[in-house]
C-alpha cells in the first residue's frame, strides 16, 4: 500500500485546514491519522475502523478535527478547525492500525505510511 498526503500549510491560529490521503493498493485494514512534531514521540490523531467505519480521536483534538473516507476515490480526509500551535507537526496518513490501537488512537507498529505532510500554526 502506497500513501501519499497533502493539505498541509502554515495557517493562523483558529484557523483551518484540510488534509488528505491517496490510498494506491487494497489489502490493508484500518486507516488513519498520526503527527509527529519536532523532538517529541508520534501522537495518534485519529482513526476510522475497516470493519464498521466506526470513527476514534485522540483528547487533543476531539471536538476540532473530523476524520473522513471516500471509499470510491481511495481518499482519506482530515479537517482540522480551530488550529492551536500545539497542532504544529508533520502530520502522516497510516494504515493497518490494530484494533486496539485503533480505538485507543495509539499509532500503528506494524502500518504502513507516507511522507508526512507539514502543519504549522502560528499563534
Known amino acids: 500500500v502506497q500513501l501519499v498526503e497533502s493539505g498541509g500549510g502554515l495557517v493562523q491560529a483558529g484557523g483551518s485546514l484540510r488534509l488528505s490521503c491517496a490510498v494506491f493498493g487494497s489489502g490493508y485494514y484500518n486507516i488513519g491519522w498520526f503527527r509527529q512534531a519536532p523532538g517529541k514521540e508520534r501522537e495518534g490523531v485519529s482513526c476510522i475502523s475497516s470493519i464498521d467505519g466506526s470513527t476514534y480521536y485522540g483528547d487533543a483534538v476531539k471536538g476540532r478535527f473530523t476524520i473522513s473516507r471516500d471509499i470510491v476515490e481511495n481518499m482519506l480526509h482530515l479537517q482540522m478547525n480551530s488550529l492551536e500551535p500545539e497542532d504544529t507537526a508533520v502530520y502522516y496518513c497510516?494504515?493497518?492500525?490494530?484494533?486496539?490501537?485503533?480505538?485507543?488512537?495509539?499509532?500503528?507498529?506494524?502500518?504502513?505510511w507516507g511522507q508526512g505532510t507539514q502543519v504549522t500554526v502560528s499563534s
Open positions: 497510516a494504515t493497518n492500525w490494530s484494533p486496539g490501537e485503533c480505538y485507543s488512537v495509539i499509532p500503528p507498529h506494524l502500518g504502513s
